[in-house]
């Protein structure tokens, strides 16, 4: 089966500052993605950043990047220079080649605090 | 823009009051999902549509159906809502169901049960 941990229920970082969210999941098969979300308060998840299991490079876009470590079986995101609007729950969630179905973490609540 | 819509915001409902909920797409996406986010949890996938193929999954309960009569529209209908049905619900879509395509989440349905 297939699963996702994230251990950090909440997190509290100052602006400006770099922040790591935590991320490792479960699986057998060789061929999957691994994703990150942004909820806001408002309730849409908002894509971040994507990672193939076959991908040789961490995968970055702009503040975002994931530091994937296959062995280990994580995939922990950090935002760099963070922001008061990155206030939020973050989600990782894992899908399998085939499966047609996101797997979520129980997510990570940040707050930045000015 | 492109983008996921959802429609109502906010649906107030009375229990054992069939209640439906829409999703439209303007990506032209094949793949739409409905997701059942309870508060302070990870979303649940319910079901998806893959064109017009209808994939259940196996722990939703009888009472939630879906319709897709075209590509644009997915309906989420709870025939008799309880009260343990209050959640958010977020419709999604993805471009086809392999592992590298991204899903793309409305700002979701936040229904409440009386």
């Known amino acids: 089966a297939q699963k996702i941990t994230q251990t950090q229920p909440g997190m509290f970082v100052q602006e400006k500052e770099a922040v790591t969210l935590d991320c490792t999941y479960d699986?057998?098969?060789?061929?999957?993605?691994l994703f990150w979300y942004k909820q806001p308060s408002s309730g849409e998840m908002i894509f971040l950043i994507y990672?193939?299991?076959?991908?040789?490079q961490n995968a970055t876009e702009g503040r975002y990047s994931l530091n994937f470590q296959k062995a280990r079986k994580s995939a922990n995101l950090v935002i760099s220079a963070s922001q008061l609007g990155d206030s939020a729950m973050y989600f990782c969630?894992?899908?399998?080649?085939?499966?047609?179905?996101?797997?979520f973490g129980q997510g990570t609540r940040l707050t930045i605090n000015p | 823009d492109a983008m996921v819509i959802q429609n109502p915001r906010y649906q107030v409902t009375q229990f054992g009051k069939p209640v439906t909920l829409s999703c439209s797409q303007t990506?032209?996406?094949?793949?739409m999902y409905w997701y059942q986010q309870k508060s302070s949890q990870a979303p649940k996938l319910l079901f998806h549509?893959?064109?017009?193929?209808?994939?259940n999954e196996a722990d939703t309960p009888d009472n939630f159906q879906s319709r897709r009569p075209n590509t644009s529209f997915c309906f989420l209908d709870i025939r008799s809502p309880g009260l343990g049905d209050a959640a958010m619900y977020l419709c999604?879509?993805?471009?086809?169901?392999?592992?590298?395509?991204?899903?793309?989440f409305g700002p979701g349905t936040r229904l409440l049960v009386l």
């Open positions: 990506l032209n996406h094949n793949v």
């Open positions: 699986t057998s098969d060789p061929s999957y993605g």
């Open positions: 999604a879509t993805s471009r086809d169901p392999s592992v590298q395509e991204t899903q793309y």
């Open positions: 549509y893959y064109d017009k193929d209808f994939n």
């Open positions: 969630a894992l899908e399998i080649q085939g499966a047609q179905k996101l797997v």
């Open positions: 990672q193939g299991s076959y991908d040789q």
